[in-house]
């Protein structure tokens, strides 16, 4: 029996540049077995390329980071926008009233102070209430968490969350299930891997974690920003007083962005990559993938 496919592709017209719709028809009966394999090869380009568009607006620049911020720790207001400011460099800051000492104005911000984060131009997105794990809680708890920094947002005139990072990076499928139903856009874990728009599910997005002691993981990590892939980092307080395993000094800090700077990297928030992303076909398109690396 003779077997008749059409291979419908896009060639360009050397003559005038134009692109003209070429009909290829082949009998696969009467072909060699290398040709067929050709004929595989390019039917899962082009639709790698289809798949490729459909999730990327634009193409992704070499040298993107992102970075975000977590647990609202007072020198996040007091250091890091000022430099931030100084570098020209945009970032998210996640926010939680982290217990038992969120009172404590020489540990952490206050809302007045998380507000003027957002008047500058910052973005503030979710972290929960308390820093709860969301992998241990369920339904109306579950959503109680979230909510309440919505509602704070919401009354201190505060841009509504659409962006979240997991506590701990506590995370599995019932926490993912309620950030999807949530409606966030994008989610951020661990991992110490960059982040693969194609590949990597945008509720979990891969960082890495910085701390006083591992400048050298970071330098590496920022090398990663190419072909496709984007450099996510987590940092906590610069310096993080109640928490000193995660502390960034300052002067290190800083010396990130200046390298960054000097270097002309893009350094973005997170909600900044819906100009890159179509993240409504990324989270129909990707599948998550709990096997991959997500904690730091």
Request: aromatic share 12%; proline share 6%; net charge negative.
């Amino acid at each position: 029996m003779l077997y008749i496919y059409a291979i419908f592709f896009q060639i360009p017209n050397i003559k005038n540049n134009e692109i003209s719709l070429m009909f290829l028809f082949l009998s696969l009966s009467k072909i060699l077995p290398q040709m067929r394999f050709l004929i595989f090869l390019l039917l899962l380009s082009v639709t790698c390329v289809q798949v490729d568009a459909r999730i990327v607006r634009k193409r992704i620049p070499d040298k993107l980071v992102v970075l975000t911020f977590d647990d609202a720790t007072a020198s996040q207001y007091s250091i890091v926008a000022p430099l931030l400011k100084k570098y020209g460099f945009n970032a998210t800051f996640f926010i939680c009233e982290f217990p038992p000492n969120f009172g404590d104005s020489t540990k952490y911000m206050n809302w007045r102070q998380i507000k003027e984060l957002n008047d500058m131009g910052f973005e503030i997105a979710n972290h929960t209430r308390h820093h709860e794990h969301l992998d241990k809680l369920h339904g109306e708890k579950a959503l109680e968490v979230l909510h309440y920094i919505d509602n704070k947002c919401d009354s201190m005139g505060v841009l509504k969350p659409e962006d979240f990072a997991y506590p701990g990076y506590g995370l599995n499928q019932s926490a993912f299930a309620i950030l999807e139903e949530e409606g966030y856009n994008f989610a951020r874990a661990g991992g110490s891997r960059p982040y693969n728009p194609l590949t990597d599910h945008p509720l979990l997005l891969p960082s890495w974690a910085t701390n006083s002691e591992n400048k050298a993981d970071i330098m590496d990590a920022f090398a990663l920003a190419k072909d496709g892939q984007i450099v996510v980092l987590t940092i906590h307080g610069v310096p993080d007083a109640e928490h000193p395993w995660v502390t960034t000094p300052p002067e290190l800090f800083e010396g990130y962005l200046k390298y960054l700077s000097e270097n002309d990297f893009e350094v973005i928030a997170m909600r900044d990559l819906k100009k890159y992303i179509n993240v409504e076909k990324a989270m129909k398109t990707i599948s998550p993938d709990f096997s991959r690396p997500l904690k730091n």
